[in-house]
C-alpha cells in the first residue's frame, strides 16, 4: 500500500561518491564515525589541532599538537610487518611508550587528547587515524580520505620505529617491513617532517642530537608552520635547519642519507606544491590504513546525505513517547519542511499511508573543518517527538522532504528499507535514567514482564591517565523500585559510578533475546 505512494513521487536521490561507505540505519559504527568526522561536538580530534596551534600548557607549550597527533600515528604504523600481516595502525602504541623510540610527552598526551572518542564499536585506532586526517587539514595540508574499522591491540608490538642514528640500509628495510618502498619512504618522511615550525627535534628527548641551544626547546624541521613542503625546499637550497639534515652530530643525520638516497630525484619531484600534496595525501593515506592483516576496513567515509539521528522509544503517561532527528546537509537558501511517517506494529492505528507528524523544532549544527572543504557549511537537525499509541505502537518510519522550492517533495526511507524499529519489548528510557557527572542510573522498560527478566548493559569506559584506551564493563539491572510498573512496562535499572561512553543493553526476556545501542553523546563530546 505505502510502496504505490512512494512510486508516484519523483526521484531527487543526492548524487553519491562512488566507492562510499552507505549508510543503512541502524549501524553504530558509521553513525559514530560520521559524526566524528563531520560534527565537532562528537570528537576532540576534529577541534584540538585546528589553526595548526600549539597546545600550551605546563609541559611542553611550544608543541604543534598536530605534529604530535602525526608522530603518534607513525609510531604506532611501524610495528607493522608486511611478511607476518601484524602491527600496524591499531593503538598498540599505549603499551609502548616505554620504548626509548617513543620517548616525549606529545605520545600520552595525544592519546589523551582521543580517550573520551572511542566507543563499542569505534577503537582508539580508528580515533588516532582521525587525528592525523585532522592534523593535515588543521595545518593546511590536503584531505585524505577516512576510513574505519581498525581494531585496537591489546599489547605492545615490536620495537620496530627506525631511528635517526641507524643507517640507510637498516631504513630502507624498515620501510619496506611496514609497506614501503625505498620512494615512498624518502616521500613519507618529508612529507611526515613538513610541519615545519614548532615541530621538530627537542633538546630534552635528543640531547645527542640536538647539541646546540635551542632556544625554543625544540628545532624545527623546516622554517614555516603549516603542511608544506619547505622542509623540501630548504633542504634543496641548503637553507634548511633541519637538524636530521645538518646537524653536527653526522651519525644522526638521517633525513639527509633518506632523501639523498636517490640522488635527490624525489625531492626535486616533491618541490612541487601540487605533486607534494598528491603525494603526502596519498602516502599518509596508505600509513593510516595499514593495519593488521586480520582487520578490514570500511569504505571512505563521506558525510551522509541524510541521517537519521538520536532516536529513543519509551512509554510515558498512556502513550510512546518517540524522538528521532533526520539530519540533512544544510542547502543555503532552501527553507525545508520534513515530515515523518510511521506504521502501526499491530492492528490499523495508522492509516493505509501511514500515521504522520511536523518536526517540533529544526536547529544548526555546524559542521567541522572537514565538513566545510567538503562544501559542507553546516547541517539542520529537523527533530520530531510525536506520541505513538501504545497499544498499536510503531514498526517503521520514514519521511518526506520538502524544500518548498517548487520541486516534487521525495521520500528520506534509508535507501528504500525503511527505518525499521525492530521491538518495542525492551526500551531505554531517557527520562527515567540519569546521567549526572557522578554517576550514570540507567532506567529500561520491559514489556509485559510478569516474570523476571535478565538485563545487562556491557559498557564502554574511558581509559585512565596512564592507558587512555578504553575499557568494559558488564553491569546488571535490577527492578527499579523508584519506577512502578506503568504503560505495561516493568522498569529495570542500574547504575555505573562512572560517566560510560556507551552501553549497548542485552536482555533476555521469556527466552527471547534483546540487544539495544545507547551511545551517550553527552559523554562522548566531553
Ligand atoms: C627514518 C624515519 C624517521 C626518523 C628517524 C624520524 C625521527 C624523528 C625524530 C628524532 C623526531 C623528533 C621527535 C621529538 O623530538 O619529539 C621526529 C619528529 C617527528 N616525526 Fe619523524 N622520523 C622518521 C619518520 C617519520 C615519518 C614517516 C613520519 C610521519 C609520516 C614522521 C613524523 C614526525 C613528526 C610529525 C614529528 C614532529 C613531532 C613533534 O614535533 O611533536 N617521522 N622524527
Ligand atoms: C582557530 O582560529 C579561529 C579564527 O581565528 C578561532 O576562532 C578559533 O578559536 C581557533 N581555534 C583554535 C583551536 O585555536
Ligand atoms: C617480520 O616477520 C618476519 C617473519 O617472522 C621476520 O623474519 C622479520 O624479521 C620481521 N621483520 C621485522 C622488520 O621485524
Ligand atoms: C616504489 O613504488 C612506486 C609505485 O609503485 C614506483 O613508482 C617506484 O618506482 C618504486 N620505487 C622503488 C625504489 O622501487
Ligand atoms: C651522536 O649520536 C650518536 C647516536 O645517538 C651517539 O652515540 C654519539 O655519542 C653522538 N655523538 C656526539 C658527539 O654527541
Ligand atoms: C649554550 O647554553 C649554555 C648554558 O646556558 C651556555 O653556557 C653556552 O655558552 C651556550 N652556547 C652557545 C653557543 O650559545
Ligand atoms: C617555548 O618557547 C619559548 C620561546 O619561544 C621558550 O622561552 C620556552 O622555554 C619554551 N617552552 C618550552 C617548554 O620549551
Ligand atoms: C642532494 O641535495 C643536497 C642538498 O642540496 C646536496 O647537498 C647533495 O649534494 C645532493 N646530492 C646529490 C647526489 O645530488
Ligand atoms: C540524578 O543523580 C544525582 C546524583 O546521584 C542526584 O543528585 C539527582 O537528584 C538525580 N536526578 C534525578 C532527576 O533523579
Ligand atoms: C513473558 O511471559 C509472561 C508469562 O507467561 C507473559 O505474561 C508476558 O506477556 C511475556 N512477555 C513477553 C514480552 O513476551
Ligand atoms: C544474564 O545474562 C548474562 C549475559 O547474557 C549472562 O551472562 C548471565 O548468566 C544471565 N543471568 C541469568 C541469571 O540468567
Known amino acids: ?40 561536538f562528537f570528537s576532540a580530534a576534529s577541534r584540538l589541532a585546528l589553526n595548526c596551534t600549539a597546545r600550551g600548557g605546563l609541559t611542553d607549550t611550544n608543541a604543534t599538537v598536530a605534529a604530535q597527533w602525526l608522530r603518534l600515528a607513525y ?13 600496524g595502525l591499531d593503538a598498540s602504541i599505549a603499551y609502548e611508550f616505554n620504548h626509548l623510540q617513543n620517548v616525549g610527552v606529545g605520545m600520552l598526551e595525544s592519546l589523551l587528547d582521543f580517550a573520551t572518542a572511542p566507543n563499542e564499536y569505534v577503537s582508539m585506532a ?35 620505529v627506525p631511528e635517526p642514528q641507524q643507517d640507510l640500509a637498516s631504513h630502507i628495510a624498515s620501510f619496506q617491513a611496514q609497506g614501503f618502498n625505498q620512494t615512498e619512504m624518502i616521500t613519507l618522511v618529508a612529507c ?25 626547546g625544540i ?28 646537524g653536527t652530530n653526522i651519525s644522526t643525520r638521517s633525513d639527509l642519507r633518506i632523501f639523498s638516497s636517490d640522488a635527490n630525484v624525489t625531492m626535486q619531484r616533491l618541490a612541487s606544491p601540487d605533486t607534494f600534496n598528491e603525494v603526502c595525501a596519498d602516502l599518509i593515506g596508505r600509513m593510516i590504513d595499514t593495519v593488521p592483516s586480520t582487520v578490514t576496513l570500511t569504505d571512505v567515509i563521506e558525510p551522509f546525505d541524510f541521517k537519521v539521528w538520536n532516536t529513543m522509544l519509551f512509554p510515558r503517561g498512556g502513550s510512546l513517547a518517540f524522538l528521532a532527528t533526520l539530519r540533512i546537509i ?37 559542521s567541522t573543518l572537514l565538513g566545510q572543504l567538503k562544501g559542507i557549511p553546516s547541517f539542520d537537525l529537523h527533530s520530531f517527538n510525536p506520541s505513538i499509541d501504545l497499544a498499536t ?102 547504575t555505573l559510578s562512572r560517566k560510560a561512553i556507551s552501553n549497548s543493553i542485552h536482555a533476555t526476556i521469556n527466552g527471547t533475546a534483546y540487544s539495544l545501542w545507547v551511545p551517550f553523546t553527552s559523554a562522548a563530546g566531553a
Open 126 to 160: 580508528d580515533v588516532i587515524a582521525q587525528g592525523v586526517i585532522h592534523a593535515v587539514i588543521d595545518c593546511g595540508g590536503p584531505i585524505i580520505p577516512y576510513r574505519g574499522g581498525r581494531v585496537d591491540a591489546t599489547e605492545a608490538g615490536p620495537e620496530t
Open 330 to 366: 544544510t542547502a543555503p537558501g532552501l527553507s525545508r519542511t520534513v515530515t515523518m511517517f510511521w506504521t502501526s506494529r499491530t492492528g490499523t492505528f495508522c492509516p493505509a499511508g501511514g500515521c504522520s507528524a511536523q518536526a517540533f523544532e529544526v536547529t544548526t549544527s555546524d
Open 393 to 494: 505502537s510503531i514498526s517503521s518510519f520514514w519521511f518526506e522532504v520538502n524544500n518548498n522550492d517548487g520541486s516534487t517533495p521525495f521520500i528520506v526511507d534509508n535507501n528504500g528499507a525503511n527505518y525499521i524499529i525492530e521491538q518495542d519489548v525492551l526500551l531505554f528510557d531517557p527520562r527515567r535514567s540519569n546521567f549526572s557527572t557522578g554517576g550514570t542510573t540507567m532506567v529500561v522498560g520491559v514489556k509485559d514482564s510478569s516474570t523476571n527478566a535478565n538485563v545487562t548493559a556491557l559498557s564502554t569506559l574511558t581509559g585512565s591517565t596512564t592507558l587512555p584506551l578504553p575499557s568494559r564493563d558488564t553491569v546488571v539491572f535490577e527492578v527499579d523500585a523508584t519506577n512502578p510498573p506503568a504503560d505495561g512496562y516493568t522498569f529495570y535499572a542500574a
Open 1 to 40: 500500500m505505502r510502496r504505490s505512494f512512494l512510486l508516484c513521487l519523483a526521484s531527487t536521490s543526492v548524487p553519491l561518491v562512488l566507492g562510499a561507505a552507505v549508510f543503512n540505519w541502524p549501524d553504530p559504527r558509521l553513525d559514530t564515525l560520521d559524526d566524528q568526522l563531520y560534527r565537532p
Open 219 to 246: 628545532q624545527n624541521f623546516a622554517s614555516t608552520l603549516g603542511f608544506d613542503n619547505t622542509v623540501v625546499t630548504e633542504y634543496l637550497d641548503s637553507t634548511t635547519d633541519n637538524v636530521l639534515v645538518v
Open 75 to 87: 609510531h604506532d604504523v611501524a610495528t607493522h610487518n608486511s611478511t607476518t600481516g601484524t602491527g
Open 192 to 216: 611526515g617532517h613538513s610541519l615545519g615550525e614548532s615541530s621538530g627535534v627537542r633538546k630534552v628527548d635528543f640531547p645527542l642530537i640536538v647539541t646546540e641551544n635551542a632556544s625554543t
